[in-house]
């Protein structure tokens, strides 16, 4: 081989060298963008499973919550402060009947059905008048 052939072999050989480099590149770009592709698909899933997490776990929390407020006005309901209500001797109307509207209250009803006989026409007497009678 002469000068000139191995000068254009050893140019050929390093165009070649370079094409191959070039596709390395390329192919370590293209790798490296659909690795971060995937990267952010992962994450973004992440956050969306978090927030539906979050979500599941608010629903539950609601419902626990409610099924809690059902159970207490069920055990402090309006019927039965009303019945306990007619049990007591010696209630004034206007006393009975504001203790009807003291009723709506899920606390003024625990208190009353919590109170000890005794104590519950007090009670109403001061809630519904102002003025405890003893």
Same mark, same amino acid.
């Given at each position: 081989?002469?000068?000139?052939?191995?000068?254009?072999?050893?140019?050929?050989?390093?165009?070649?060298?370079?094409? +191959?480099?070039?596709?390395?590149?390329? !192919?370590?770009? *293209?790798?490296?963008?659909?690795? =971060?592709? /995937?990267? &952010?698909?992962?994450?973004?899933?992440?956050?969306?499973? +978090?927030?539906?997490?979050?979500?599941? !776990?608010?629903? *539950?929390?609601?419902?626990?919550? =409610?099924? /809690?407020? &059902?159970?207490?006005?069920?055990?402090?309901?309006?019927?039965?402060?009303?019945?306990?209500?007619?049990?007591?001797?010696?209630?004034?109307?206007?006393?009975?009947? /504001?203790?009807?509207?003291?009723?709506?209250?899920?606390?003024?009803?625990?208190?009353?059905?919590?109170?000890?006989?005794?104590?519950?026409?007090?009670?109403?007497?001061?809630?519904?008048?102002?003025?405890?009678?003893?």
């Amino acid at each position: 081989m002469n000068a000139m052939e191995e000068e254009s072999s050893s140019s050929e050989s390093d165009e070649a060298d370079d094409v +191959a480099d070039d596709q390395d590149t390329y !192919q370590l770009l *293209t790798y490296d963008t659909s690795a =971060t592709t /995937a990267n &952010r698909k992962r994450g973004r899933k992440g956050i969306e499973d +978090a927030i539906a997490a979050g979500i599941f !776990q608010m629903a *539950t929390a609601s419902k626990l919550r =409610t099924a /809690a407020i &059902r159970q207490i006005n069920a055990r402090y309901s309006i019927a039965d402060c009303i019945k306990q209500l007619d049990e007591i001797q010696r209630v004034e109307e206007e006393v009975y009947f /504001a203790a009807l509207d003291l009723f709506k209250k899920p606390s003024a009803r625990e208190i009353f059905l919590s109170l000890k006989v005794e104590k519950r026409l007090i009670w109403l007497r001061s809630k519904c008048t102002g003025n405890p009678v003893l």
